[in-house]
C-alpha cells in the first residue's frame, strides 16, 4: 500500500469520561469488535481509579500494565483504529491533556444517570480549544437516567457542543428495547449481555412503517415517531465538516457492558472520524502528507523495572514515513539519534517495527534524552505547539535527607519531571526547589520513585502558594522591574522560564494591578 493510501486509513482518537462512566468498558468492547482481544476483562488499565484515592502504591502496579495499554491498535474495515488510553485518575488530568495533543479525535463516555460531570467538562473544554472532533457516546441505556433531551441539553450547555444525536433510544432502564439508528436508518432491538442476532438490526427508512410497532409495541412506537420529529426538527442535520471542525457533535445512545450501540458507534466513527490531521508548530504548519518525517514525545513512561532505568518515549508521529535505524534529529538537543527497536502497540502485544506513518504512535526505548514536547525530524528544527503546562493546583518544598545522595537526588527529580509527573520551580531569591502537582498523590509517588529508582530520599515542607503564572512582558524595562520588586515570589521552571508564585488569588489580583504590562498565564506552551 502505498504511503498516501496508509495515511487516510489511520483513524487515531482518545476516550473519555469523568471515572466510572464506562471509558474502559467501551474500549474493550471496541477491542473485541476489531479482534485485537478475545476475551473481555484484559483491559484494565484504568481501575486504578477504584483504589486510588491515596493508594499509589497501586498505581506503582498499575503502572507496568498501562504501558501496554497506552495506545492501542486494530484493524476494522480496513482502517487502522489506534486508541490512545488516558488515565481516569483526576490527579493525573495533566497526562490525560497531554495525550489529547497526539489524537486526530475524541469520543466523550457519559453517563446517562449522571449526565455531564466534572472531569468530562475539563477535558472536552481542551478539545474544544483545539477544535478535536467529537463523537458523544451516552452510555448505561440499560439503567434508568435523564430523559434523552434534557441530557442532549445538558451536553450543549456544559460542555457547549452543539449535538445532532445519530440515534435515539426507546425506553431506558427496565423498559429499554433499543435504539433507531438515525444515521444508517435502522432499529436496533436490546438483547442484554451482547446476545443480538441479525434479526434485531431491522432497516426502516420510513417510520411509519407498521414493522415499527411490531417490534417495539405501538406506545413506544408512537413516542419514538414523535421525538424523531422533534429531534429531526430541532437539531441540525448532521453535516461532516461541522464536525470535523468541532463544531458539530454527534451523540450515539447505548450500553456498553451490555455491547450494545457499540458497533453502530464503531461503524459511524470508521465512516467520518478524521485520518490524521495537521499539526502546528512554532515554525509552520506540518501535514501529515509531507515526505519529510517529523512527530513529537507527549508521554513518557518509566520503566518498572529500577535495575533498568530506560523509559519509553511515545513519539506521535506527523509527518512522513518514521523508520527503524534511520538518523534523526533531536531538535531540543541539536543531534542525531537513531533507533533499533521502535515499538508498535497492537493491543497488548508490543511489537519491533520498521516503519510508522502519520497518526501512528512509535514507543521509543530512551535513557533520558527526551522530554514531553521534543520533536524529531529528518533535520528541519521545528517545535510542536500545543503541549502545555498547566498551573500546579499543590505546592510543596523538597528537602534533601541524605546529603551523600544530592546528585542522585537531582538527577531524579529532574527525570521525573521531564516525564510530566510534576513540574518543578527554582525559586531565583534562595534556590529552594518547589514541586507543584495538579493532586496530591503525585507527592507519594515522587518519594516513592526516587527512593526506589535512584536511591535518593527528600520529604516536603509546606509552602502556601495559590497559582504558578508563566510571566511575559514585552517591554524589558518593565519586565525588569517587575524582577526587582517581586523578586522573593519568583522561579524558574526546568526550562528555565520565568514564574510568578501567587501566594493568593488576592496577591496575584494586585501584583497584576502594579504592573498592567506584565501578562500573566496560567499555562505554558512546553
Ligand atoms: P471508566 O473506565 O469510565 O471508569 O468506567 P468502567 O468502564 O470501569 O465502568 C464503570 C462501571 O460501570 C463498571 O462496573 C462497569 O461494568 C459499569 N458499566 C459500564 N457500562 C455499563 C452499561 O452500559 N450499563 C451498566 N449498567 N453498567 C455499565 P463496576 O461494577 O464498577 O466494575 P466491574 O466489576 O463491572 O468491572
Known amino acids: 500500500m502505498d504511503r498516501l493510501s496508509e495515511i487516510n486509513r489511520r483513524r487515531t482518537f482518545g476516550i ?20 485485537a482481544i478475545q476475551i473481555a476483562g484484559a483491559v484494565k488499565s484504568n ?12 498505581i506503582e502496579k498499575q503502572r507496568g500494565i498501562s504501558v501496554a495499554t497506552s495506545v492501542m491498535a486494530f484493524e476494522y474495515r480496513d482502517k487502522q483504529i489506534n486508541i490512545l488510553d488516558t488515565p481516569g485518575h483526576k490527579d493525573f488530568a495533566e497526562d490525560t491533556y497531554r495525550t489529547l495533543t497526539a489524537v486526530d479525535s475524541v469520543i466523550v463516555v457519559i453517563d446517562v444517570a449522571k449526565g455531564v460531570e466534572e472531569q468530562t467538562e475539563k477535558l472536552v473544554s481542551v478539545c474544544r480549544m483545539r477544535k478535536t472532533p467529537i463523537i458523544v457516546f ?3 441505556l440499560d439503567r434508568e437516567g435523564k430523559d434523552a433531551v434534557d441530557l442532549l441539553d445538558e451536553v450543549e450547555e456544559k460542555l457547549g457542543l452543539r449535538v445532532m444525536p ?16 438515525i444515521y444508517d436508518q435502522k432499529l436496533v432491538i436490546f438483547s442484554p449481555h451482547g446476545k443480538q442476532n441479525e434479526e434485531d438490526i431491522i432497516e426502516i427508512a420510513d417510520l411509519s412503517d407498521d414493522t415499527l410497532d411490531k417490534k417495539v409495541g405501538k406506545k413506544a412506537a408512537d413516542l419514538l415517531r414523535e421525538e424523531i420529529e ?17 463544531d458539530l457533535s454527534p451523540v450515539f445512545f447505548g450500553s456498553a457492558v451490555n455491547n450494545f450501540g457499540v458497533k453502530e458507534l464503531l461503524d459511524c466513527f470508521v465512516d467520518i472520524a478524521p485520518p490524521p490531521r495537521d499539526r502546528e508548530t512554532e515554525e ?8 519529510k518525517f517529523s512527530g513529537f514525545v507527549f508521554k513518557i513512561h518509566a520503566n518498572m523495572d529500577p535495575k533498568h532505568r530506560d523509559r519509553i518515549a511515545f513519539l506521535r508521529i506527523c509527518s512522513g514515513t518514521f523508520q527503524r535505524n534511520t538518523n534523526y534529529l533531536h531538535v531540543r538537543q541539536a543531534r542525531q539519534m537513531k533507533f533499533s527497536n521502535p515499538t508498535a502497540f497492537m493491543a497488548a502485544k508490543k511489537e519491533v517495527i520498521d516503519e510508522a506513518f502519520p497518526g501512528d504512535i512509535v514507543g521509543l526505548y530512551d535513557s533520558g534524552n527526551f522530554k514531553i514536547g521534543d520533536a524529531l525530524t529528518e533535520g528541519e528544527v521545528l517545535h510542536f505547539k500545543g503541549i502545555p503546562s498547566f498551573s500546579p493546583e499543590q505546592f510543596r518544598y523538597v528537602n534533601n535527607t541524605d546529603p551523600m545522595k544530592t546528585k542522585q537526588l537531582n538527577k531524579g527529580l529532574d527525570q521525573l519531571m521531564d516525564e510530566g509527573v510534576a513540574q518543578m520551580f527554582t525559586k531565583i531569591d534562595n534556590n529552594r526547589k518547589i514541586v507543584g502537582t495538579v493532586g496530591a498523590l503525585q507527592f507519594d509517588v515522587i518519594q516513592y520513585r526516587l527512593q526506589n529508582e535512584y536511591g535518593a530520599s527528600c520529604d516536603y515542607e509546606p509552602v502556601n502558594l495559590h497559582k504558578a503564572c508563566w510571566v511575559h512582558c514585552k517591554d524589558e524595562k518593565k519586565l525588569n522591574e517587575f524582577i526587582s520588586r517581586r523578586r522573593r515570589d519568583l522561579a524558574e521552571d526546568t526550562d528555565g522560564k520565568l514564574v510568578y508564585l501567587a501566594e493568593s488569588a ?8 502594579n504592573h498592567p ?10
Do not use: C
Not at 166 to 181: A, D, E, H, K
Not at 230 to 246: E, K, M, Q, W
Not at 284 to 291: G, Y
Open 284 to 291: 509552520r504548519i506540518v501535514e501529515p502528507e509531507e515526505e
Open 517 to 526: 504590562d506584565v501578562e500573566f498565564k496560567f499555562t505554558s506552551e512546553v
Open 47 to 58: 481501575k486504578i481509579k477504584k483504589h486510588a484515592t491515596s493508594d499509589f502504591m497501586e
Open 506 to 513: 488576592w496577591a496575584l489580583k494586585t501584583v497584576q494591578d
Open 230 to 246: 422533534i429531534v429531526t426538527s430541532v437539531y441540525p442535520s448532521f453535516d461532516r465538516s461541522a464536525y470535523l471542525n468541532g
Open 166 to 181: 445519530l440515534s435515539w433510544p426507546i425506553g431506558m432502564g427496565q423498559l429499554f428495547q433499543g435504539v433507531y439508528n
Open 138 to 140: 451516552i452510555n448505561k
Open 16 to 35: 473519555v469520561s469523568h471515572p466510572d462512566a464506562g471509558k474502559t468498558t467501551l474500549t474493550e468492547k471496541l477491542l473485541l469488535f476489531g479482534g
